[in-house]
């Protein structure tokens, strides 16, 4: 801590502090104090009420951060939720009332580690799905497969997919096959145990795909995709009994009816994925509005 005085001022200590908090906005506001570490720091050996002089003082102190703690994240949208963590130096004065006495507040960026690379998230993944269209005569059914490599990914990693679509005849339609980037947010506070509300879908990357399938001899169309996970947003969030999560998978949506409402989604395969935060990546995680 640096103090700098602009004139000789008297002093008792300076009372340090480290938290951890989770804070929740649904139907009232709600904090969650994850731990609070403090500390004096004397302002001489003695311990004594010392006059600083008008110059710059330094007092260094450490604090062991928490094994196994959730990341840091900030959801400014309704409902507000956020996990943060602080340090905060006060300078206490005699006879000064404590709001009054300077501080100081400085955000700790914390990550909870979940390594990408390990084999649990490496391992390639595949869904299929069997469906029939609006029009289909019986018998008449449509397939579609997926896969992708591993699940695990940092932000700014590049998630690509195979998309494989089996057709019972020559269909043409564009934009007949959507594929998204989706975040979810679970939020539950202890005040209502029996209220589970959860933000709905955010689709943080879309991207639309022409089907054209010609034939003759096959119906069947493939394209590879990429998806570019935003390095703005929050790793997933596991932490065990936690009232605030996020999840993140890929959405690939079927839009072949023939709808009189528009493009209307008839199918989908929903694919999960984890956003790790190791390999570590050197990147803000705030939460930010997505075009």
């Known amino acids: 801590v640096q103090v700098h005085p602009k004139k000789p001022t008297k002093a008792n200590h300076i ?17 969650i104090n994850l731990f609070t570490y403090a500390e004096e720091l004397p302002m001489s050996r003695s311990g004594k009420t010392k006059i600083l002089e008008a110059k710059q003082h330094e007092f260094p102190f450490k604090f062991i951060v928490p094994d196994d703690l959730p990341s840091t994240f900030q959801v400014n949208k309704l409902p507000k939720a956020w996990i943060k963590y602080t340090l905060t130096a006060v300078l206490v004065r005699p006879v000064v009332m404590g709001v009054l006495s300077p501080k100081a507040t400085y955000p700790v960026q914390v990550l909870e580690f979940i390594d990408v690379e390990s084999r649990e998230f490496s391992i390639p993944r595949e869904q299929n799905l069997d469906f029939a269209l609006q029009d289909s005569k019986p018998g008449q059914q449509c397939h579609l497969k997926v896969t992708m490599p591993k699940i695990g990914y940092t932000r700014g990693d590049v998630v690509k997919l195979r998309v494989t679509l089996n057709h019972y005849e020559p269909a043409v339609r564009k934009e007949g096959i959507k594929v998204e980037l989706m975040r979810m947010v679970g939020i539950q506070t202890t005040k209502y145990e029996d209220v589970k509300p959860m933000r709905g879908d955010e689709v943080l990357k879309e991207q639309w795909h ?6 003759p001899s096959s119906y069947v169309q493939t394209f590879d995709t990429q998806i570019i996970i935003p390095t703005s947003t929050p790793p997933s969030i596991m932490f065990k009994g936690l009232s605030v999560q996020f999840y993140y998978r890929i959405r690939i949506g079927i839009y072949l009816n023939n709808d009189t409402r528009g493009k209307v989604e008839s199918h989908r395969i929903d694919m999960p994925i984890i956003v790790g935060t190791w390999p570590k990546a050197d990147l803000p995680i705030d939460d930010e509005d997505e075009d």
């Open 15 to 31: 009372r340090v502090t480290f938290t951890g908090e989770i804070f929740l906005a649904i139907k009232e506001k709600e904090t």
């Open 210 to 215: 022409d089907v054209n399938i010609a034939g």
